[in-house]
């Protein structure tokens, strides 16, 4: 009966784990292997006969025929009289093979060996899921939402693996409920607590990269590569896309007609605006294609330092810094360029000052204030009304009405 039971053991986990034949076989060898050490001292004059088709196994002992009163390792030999009781024409130092049944090792040992065999095969399954997602980095899955926590939500895969999606890791949009199907890529899988740990992600560029590669057959046949990507979760991304065939414009066949192709990866995150370029080995012309949809007039690069300055008509410079701030920062890190924008003088500006030369009367950090909305000088701040000036930027009310005296005051 125990026999039985073991049995339906390993058969069991070799049909669930997906575990392979020659590893079966192995775990199963090495556990009764570890028994007969225990109780015998020695493993080396067994036989381990496994049948995992059959369901069936066999050990078997081999021992050295010697005269009764020479016994003296009864594991390793046996007494002539009591060899003739198996065969009566066994001689003195032949080799007596016989069966050891699984009931001769007691009900403790057998229920050990049981529990040792599930730990093994639990393990080689963990690593089988470790080494199965190892692979898998920067793959995009699909998992289903069990359970939502406040800094995770843990997902299963089809086999019912634990896929671990963190706060972090979400669109600060996204939300799941239990049962819905998410998509993500994997991020790193590491070992904890001897468990497979496996991080997706949602936020990754690997992963805005993946649904460039399953939305463009082009891209996923090596004929436009991408060769950056800079996001902002949920707001806003900027891809870098090369074609290596003058007939196949990169920007058109990843937006496709109408749109068709990239309105797909623009719902999977959350609306999320994404702007696709047409990458240059010339550094200017990178640059102002970055800033789009802003119109530039002049650049200057500082190769050292790398940083660039952007010269912009005064209506161009909210465009090209955009909401927030957000189209100037991920084209100086699409680029790889600090970025500053100016304003280019025309003769109606000449007698505008920049607001630099306030630096005794208005502190430098309400300056920097008015720099990030891309007022540089004193003319393009009373340009925008107190409202907007409120508005845009985080300065209190009676800050704002002290900083527009002054500079109506200079040119008064």
């Not at 069966?99 to 639990?122: M, P, S, Y």
């Not at 990754?204 to 996001?231: A, C, H, M, Q, Y």
């Not at 630099?356 to 909305?373: G, H, N, Q, T």
């Not at 340009?383 to 500079?407: A, C, G, H, N, Q």
Request: proline residues 2%; charged residues 35%; negative net charge.
């Amino acid at each position: 009966m125990e026999n039985l039971n073991l049995i339906d053991t390993f058969l069991e986990f070799k049909e669930l784990k997906n575990i392979d034949r020659a590893t079966m076989m192995t775990v199963l060898e090495d556990v009764f292997r570890n028994l007969l050490l225990k109780k015998y001292g020695t493993d080396e004059n067994f036989d381990i006969i496994i049948n995992i088709d059959k369901g069936d196994f066999e050990i078997w002992r081999n021992r050295e025929v010697v005269a009764d009163n020479e016994i003296t390792d009864k594991n390793l030999q046996i007494g002539l009289s009591q060899a003739k009781r198996i065969d009566t024409d066994y001689e003195v130092g032949e080799e007596v093979t016989d069966e050891v049944k699984l009931l001769d090792f007691g009900r403790r040992a057998i229920l050990a060996l049981r529990q040792n065999l599930t730990n093994r095969i639990l393990d080689l399954e963990k690593n089988n899921i470790y080494n199965k997602y190892k692979d898998k980095i920067g793959d995009i899955v699909t998992g289903e939402v069990y359970q939502v926590w406040k800094k995770e939500i843990l997902t299963l895969d089809d086999e019912g693996n634990e896929l671990i999606l963190p706060k972090s890791e979400q669109i600060p949009s996204d939300y799941f409920r239990k049962g819905d199907t998410i998509r993500a890529v994997v991020v790193r899988v590491e070992m904890r607590n001897n468990n497979p740990l496996i991080i997706l992600s949602r936020t990754s560029p690997v992963f805005l990269e993946r649904l460039f590669e399953l939305e463009v057959p082009e891209i996923f046949d090596g004929l436009i590569t991408i060769k950056n990507i800079v996001r902002i979760p949920g707001e806003r991304a900027k891809v870098a896309v090369e074609s290596y065939d003058e007939r196949i414009d990169p920007v058109g066949a990843c937006v496709g007609m109408k749109g068709s192709r990239i309105h797909g990866i623009v719902r999977e995150l959350r609306n999320e605006n994404i702007d696709v370029i047409n990458y240059t080995n010339n550094t200017q012309l990178f640059i102002q294609r970055a800033l789009s949809p802003a119109k530039i007039i002049s650049i200057k690069l500082n190769e050292e330092t790398k940083r660039a300055d952007v010269y912009l008509l005064p209506e161009e410079v909210s465009l090209a810094i955009g909401k927030g701030g957000l189209n100037i920062k991920l084209a100086s890190q699409l680029s790889g360029y600090e970025i500053d924008v100016y304003r280019e003088m025309n003769e109606e500006d000449e007698e505008d000052v920049s607001i630099d030369e306030f630096a005794d009367e208005i502190e430098s950090w309400i300056l920097d204030e008015l720099k990030a909305i891309g007022c540089d000088t004193a003319k393009s701040v009373l340009e925008l009304s107190r409202d907007d000036l409120i508005k845009r930027t985080d300065l209190e009310e009676e800050t704002v009405d002290e900083v527009l005296k002054i500079f109506k005051t200079e040119f008064e």
